[in-house]
C-alpha cells in the first residue's frame, strides 16, 4: 500500500511540475492557449533583394490577443538557422513591423526570424514558427 501511494504521490509531482515548466515557458494563459503570431514578410523560404535598399521590414498580422490582453511582441532576428542573434527587441502591442538596417545582412547569407506575442495578464509567451530567408545584394 505505501508503495501504491509513494508512487501515486510522484506522478502527481511530476505533473505538476510539467504544468509549470510548460506554463512558465509560454503558450498558456488565463483563457488557454496565447495565439501564435502569423508572418507576412519576408516570405518563408524566398530570397530578398537588398540591393539598393537601406532597410528590411519585417511584418506579421494583427492575429487575435491573448485572454489577458497583448502585452507585447518580441522579435528575434538570427545569422543562419542557428541560434547566432543578431536582433532581439521587444516591440509595443500595437506595431505589427519593424526595419532592420540593410548593412547587417551579408550577401548570400540565410537568416531566420520569429516574432512571439505576450499575454498582459498571465505574461506567458506564445508559440512561434520561423522563416528563413536567404539575402542577395548584388545587382
Do not use: C, H
Not at 506579421?60 to 489577458?68: S, Y
Request: proline share 5%; net charge positive.
Amino acid at each position: 500500500m505505501k508503495k501504491i501511494l509513494l508512487l501515486a504521490a510522484i506522478i502527481v509531482i511530476s505533473v505538476v511540475a510539467t504544468t509549470a515548466v510548460f506554463a512558465r515557458r509560454g503558450a498558456i494563459g488565463p483563457a488557454g492557449p496565447v495565439p501564435r503570431v502569423s508572418y507576412i514578410e519576408p516570405k518563408n523560404d524566398s530570397t530578398v533583394d537588398l540591393s539598393g535598399k537601406d532597410l528590411l521590414t519585417f511584418r506579421w498580422n494583427n492575429v487575435p490577443m491573448p485572454g489577458g490582453g497583448r502585452e507585447s511582441f518580441r522579435f528575434t532576428l538570427y545569422k543562419g538557422r542557428g541560434y547566432d542573434v543578431l536582433v532581439k527587441k521587444v516591440i509595443d502591442e500595437r506595431t505589427f513591423s519593424i526595419e532592420v538596417p540593410s548593412d547587417m545582412f551579408e550577401d548570400g547569407r540565410e537568416y531566420s526570424w520569429r516574432v512571439m506575442q505576450r499575454d498582459g495578464k498571465s505574461m506567458a509567451w506564445s508559440r512561434y514558427d520561423i522563416w528563413y530567408f536567404r539575402v542577395n545584394k548584388k545587382r
